[in-house]
């Protein structure tokens, strides 16, 4: 693996608390992923919005602008997440798909490919920039634009299941799985828009528990718990 995109979920930034920051969660992927990058490997990061605010958190707010705040909060889980890899010395930019003054830079797949060859870990904030939209459409968009190899999907859960394990004692993990599958069976791996977007252009994703030691560094180096998305 060459390049590769990694999809973390807002909640997961936050640890117990389940909103806002947890310094020590986030310090922990950010050790793993400094492995990674020092093993030469190019990392783009996109995170989600939930710790904050979904597009869906409020009946009585226009969708579009209660979206514009939760793609707002993507920006904000960036920035911060940004600064925890550089406290542990990695070199990190952020990019949005519109102007945030100083704060990120436009992004461009020129400009992603010139930050990734300098060794930086590049933020993918900020979703697709449309209401209407997730992170997860987000991520699928980026690794086909900037060409990774693979959607990493560090989740709450270890992989995909052909029922919800919490509901169901007998559900079954796979260790591998079609997106044809997961679209006819609506297995949730990604949204509904994330999945065709990620068929069509043949982008594999692979799924694993963010809360197991040393996950993300064990799913590339071989000892991989989770559950491959064969496109
Ligand atoms: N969002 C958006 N467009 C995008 C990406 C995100 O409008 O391209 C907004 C949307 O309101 C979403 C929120 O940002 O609910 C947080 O993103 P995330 O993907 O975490 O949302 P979720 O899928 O959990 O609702």
């Known amino acids: ?12 930034l936050a640890g117990e608390k389940k909103t806002g920051f947890d310094e020590e969660t986030v310090r922990k992927v950010a050790l793993q992923v400094k492995e990674l990058v020092d093993d030469g490997i190019q990392v783009g990061i996109v995170i989600g919005g939930g710790n904050f605010w979904r597009g ?24 911060y997440v940004s600064e925890i890899f550089r406290s542990v010395g990695m070199m990190t930019n952020i990019l949005t798909p519109f102007e945030c003054g100083s704060f990120t830079k436009l992004f461009s797949k020129d400009r992603a490919n010139k930050y990734f060859a300098k060794g930086m870990v590049v933020f993918f904030a900020g979703g697709t920039g449309h209401p209407y939209f997730s992170t997860d459409t987000g991520v699928v968009l980026r690794a086909i ?3 990774a190899d693979v959607i990493l999907l560090a989740k709450a859960i270890d992989g995909v299941y052909n029922a919800d394990p919490a ?17 006819a069976k609506n297995l949730q ?10 068929r069509d252009n043949k982008m594999p994703m692979w799924v694993f528990g963010l809360n197991e030691e040393n996950s993300i560094v064990n799913t590339l180096k071989g000892k991989f718990n989770g559950t491959k998305v064969t496109v």
């Open 145 to 147: 634009e900037v060409e």
């Open 1 to 12: 693996m060459k390049r590769i995109l990694l999809k973390l979920s807002g909640e997961a």
């Open 56 to 79: 869906r958190s409020s009946e009585n707010i226009d969708r579009t602008k209660a979206d514009q705040i939760g793609m707002l909060a993507t920006i904000m889980n960036c920035i």
């Open 189 to 198: 791996v990604v949204d509904m828009t994330a999945s065709i977007l990620a």
């Open 167 to 183: 509901k169901d004692p007998t559900a079954k993990k796979y260790d591998e799985v079609s997106i044809d599958e997961v679209i």
